[in-house]
């Protein structure tokens, strides 16, 4: 049995900013981890959201297999991700749908994949709305964690991240029954995030597990236990990149626990324009940058290859 790790509670709404910027870097550089509550998203909305969620996943396979992921949206069924690359497993328990950006660029919004309306109708516009909530609250957090790391509230705005940010929803089934395997089968095998920040709301069947020391061997993991009406945020690798490792972008899984479990994965990535270097502020001369400039979305788009084998 896995110990249960206690992550740090932010709240979203607090008025003390500049108290709740200080908290955030302190969760950022123990964990990476931490809850947000009072995020502005009602607990209606998200339980929309699920049933929703559930509905499409219980469609006949050929049906879902209509809407297979073109441009990094739609679908993709079980075992068609490998999170872990380097794991010999035949893929990751899970099916998901992905929903890209509903605001801005057309070019990029009409990319999207829609279930019938006539067998959904209220789905579209249940993940359209869903989506500019989590934009929402992520710019709001974005500006929290610029205060934390001593920058202008403003400053990721300023060097283009948020100017059209890129927001993924992933919506994600973990089915309750696996079968007979001969090899370990995770739901979501060992990983970072790739981008800026997640933000992530389940249905609270358990399964996730932080390991807060990627370097050790052996790996300790611990679970992370559900908080009803928070979401769990983590920290991604081009945070990560950003802060020069100050930030920690934690490594999770998911483990399955003989429940089928849903939960909705919310991606706040930068413009993919936009260039990410070491933050003056996380380097010095005995501190140096450890890793080079990148643009954001030739990045995303290199990580995404490997975890597709693309």
């Avoid at 509670?9 to 008025?15: F, G, M, V, W, Y």
């Avoid at 399955?256 to 909705?264: I, K």
């Avoid at 380097?283 to 995303?300: D, H, K, V, W």
Wanted: aromatic share 10%; glycine share 6%; net charge negative.
């Amino acid at each position: 049995m896995a110990e249960t790790v206690e992550l740090p509670i932010i709240d979203l709404s607090s008025p003390d900013r500049i108290s709740t910027a200080k908290s955030i870097r302190q969760a950022c550089v123990d964990y990476g981890f931490f809850y947000l509550v009072n995020h502005g998203v009602e607990g209606q909305l998200l339980s929309k959201v699920l049933e929703e969620s559930k509905k499409f996943f219980s469609l006949p396979l050929k049906e879902k297999m209509k809407l297979s992921r073109k441009h990094h949206r739609g679908y993709t069924p079980l075992y068609a991700e490998n999170l872990d690359p380097l794991s010999r497993s035949k893929g990751d328990s899970k099916e998901t749908f992905y929903v890209g950006p509903v605001e801005g660029d057309m070019a990029q919004t009409n990319l999207n994949q829609w279930p019938s309306q006539e067998i959904f109708p209220s789905w579209r516009l249940t993940m359209e709305s869903y989506h500019k909530k989590l934009m929402s609250a992520g710019k709001k957090l974005i500006y929290l964690i610029a205060m934390a790391l001593n920058l202008d509230e403003d400053y990721f705005e300023k060097v283009g991240a948020l100017d059209t940010p890129s927001g993924f929803l992933r919506l994600l089934h973990y089915p309750g029954e696996l079968g007979c395997f001969n090899e370990q089968i995770y739901g979501a095998s060992e990983h970072s995030d790739y981008g800026m920040i997640t933000l992530l709301a389940s249905d609270g069947v358990p399964g996730l597990q932080v390991c807060r020391d990627k370097f050790n061997q052996p790996r300790l993991w611990e679970d992370v236990l559900h908080i009803n009406g928070a979401f769990i945020v983590n920290v991604g690798d081009m945070m990560e990149r950003w802060t020069n490792c100050l930030f920690r972008s934690t490594l999770h899984r998911v483990m399955p626990v003989g429940q089928e479990r849903y939960s909705l994965a919310f991606f706040l990535d930068p413009n993919p324009d936009c260039v990410v270097e070491c933050l003056e502020s996380c380097c010095s001369p005995s501190c140096p940058a450890r890793f080079p400039p990148i643009r954001s979305g030739a990045y995303l788009e290199e990580r995404f290859k490997l975890t597709y084998g693309e």
